[in-house]
């Protein structure tokens, strides 16, 4: 099981499965929402993932048709990224348990920040 928090701690959440993807996603909607060069999401079946507490701090905005994006209305912290379907996604970097992926996915490679340099990965 691993578990997660935002930055202010209001928001706490357990992930009871081991996430079936993770991703880098360059976008340029990522970018923007998480202030970062990409943002690392895990995919998990939404039955798996549970808020522990204040979920009622969750707020969301919709950045597509079909892409609802969640975060902490108190800090910001970026919480859950959905679209239609049975996967949530939830960034890595708000884990507090460790955890080590055998594999990570990137996608919209061809948005990267032109001021990443692959000697900081
Ligand atoms: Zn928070
Ligand atoms: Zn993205």
């Known amino acids: ?16 499965a081991e996430p079936k993807a993770v991703t880098h996603c360059h976008c340029k909607m990522c970018q923007k ?13 939404r ?10 701090e969750l ?19 970026n919480i859950e990224w959905s679209s ?3 996967y949530a996604d939830w960034p890595l970097a708000i884990l507090d348990t460790p ?3 055998s ?3 990137v996608i919209f490679a061809g948005s990267k920040a032109d001021w990443l340099d692959s000697s900081h990965l």
């Open 33 to 45: 929402q998480h202030g970062a060069a990409f943002a690392t999401y895990a995919s998990v079946k």
């Open 84 to 86: 239609e379907g049975e």
């Open 59 to 77: 707020t969301s905005f919709q950045s597509s048709d079909s892409v609802v994006r969640r975060f902490c209305r108190k800090c910001g912290s």
């Open 103 to 105: 594999k990570i996915k």
């Open 1 to 16: 099981m691993h578990k997660g928090s935002c930055l202010c701690g209001t928001i706490t959440f357990a992930v009871l």
């Open 47 to 56: 039955e798996y993932l549970h808020y522990l507490s204040g979920e009622a």
């Open 99 to 101: 955890f080590k992926p």
